[in-house]
């Protein structure tokens, strides 16, 4: 069997204490191979870096609405930075025709309002997204999106602002409306621990709104570890727990859900 973690955090400072111990026993697991997401400047340099030495991990770069500047003069700095990021790896791609991309999106990118509740930032918020999706179409990625307490804005940029290659809802919120609008834009829904939480009353109808070819599953680590590891320090070996809780659901074996995620995530971000 083989698992795919579309999304976790292995640049975190969370894990630099003992990551590449960490890492081998990833390996030596069921999850053969997952995405480590930049989030920051600094967060996506670590990703990138980390996919460049591993073989079975792949990275995203961007700017998530809870790491933008203060300011609209440091944010298109920073939007620079991320660019210069994605041109460097695109050279050593084309210049190396024996390295496999290991550059899979743009991301995670989107708005959090959960924090933010000056207007101005979030206005700012909105700027970061929008000329990150543009960076996106541009080099041909699709985006990973995180959205929190902000699902009408994202809604409406995203429908205002066509993202070519798609992408993904990552720790997607469970909420109806916004799975189902997604789903009609062409995203990808991902699920994440707290499908699994013994408090998380509609998770089932959540994972069924989601036809199978959309599905994916990943971990955020190193947050929100799922049940029965809740309150640990999360990583990619247990996405595996999110993997149960949806064939249960959806009535399928363990490992139909492990193929089908896994040619899912291979299928959006091309690798």
Not at 4 to 25: G, T, W
């Amino acid at each position: 069997m083989k698992l795919f973690d579309s999304h976790a955090h292995l640049d975190d400072e969370k894990f630099n204490q003992d990551r590449e111990e960490l890492i081998k026993k990833i390996e030596e697991s069921d999850t053969t191979n997952f995405i480590t997401a930049g989030y920051s400047i600094d967060g996506s340099i670590k990703a990138l870096e980390l996919s460049r030495k591993y073989s079975f991990i792949y990275a995203t770069v961007g700017i998530s609405p809870n790491d933008i500047p203060q300011s609209e003069e440091e944010l298109w700095k920073d939007i620079r930075k991320i660019e210069n990021l994605i041109l460097e790896e695109l050279k050593l791609e084309n210049t190396d025709i024996n390295k496999r991309k290991k550059l899979v999106a743009i991301g995670e990118i989107g708005l959090d309002y959960y924090w933010e509740k000056d207007e101005k930032m979030k206005e700012l918020q909105r700027k970061a997204f929008i000329k990150q999706i543009e960076l996106a179409n541009k080099y041909d990625f699709p985006i990973v999106i995180h959205t929190r307490d902000a699902i009408m804005d994202t809604l409406n940029i995203l429908k205002n602002n066509e993202v070519k290659k798609r992408g993904v809802f990552h720790c997607c919120p469970q909420n109806r409306e916004l799975i189902k609008e997604a789903l009609k834009l062409g995203f990808y829904i991902s699920f994440a621990g707290p499908i699994t939480f013994k408090n998380s009353k509609n998770a089932d109808e959540m994972i069924n709104l989601v036809p199978n070819d959309r599905l994916l599953i990943e971990t955020d680590s190193p947050y929100l570890a799922p049940e029965p590891v809740r309150g640990t320090r999360n990583d990619p070996r247990n996405v595996k727990f999110i993997a149960e809780k949806i064939a249960n659901v959806k009535n399928i074996s363990l490992e139909e859900v492990a193929n089908i995620t896994y040619n899912n995530v291979r299928a959006i971000f091309n690798i």
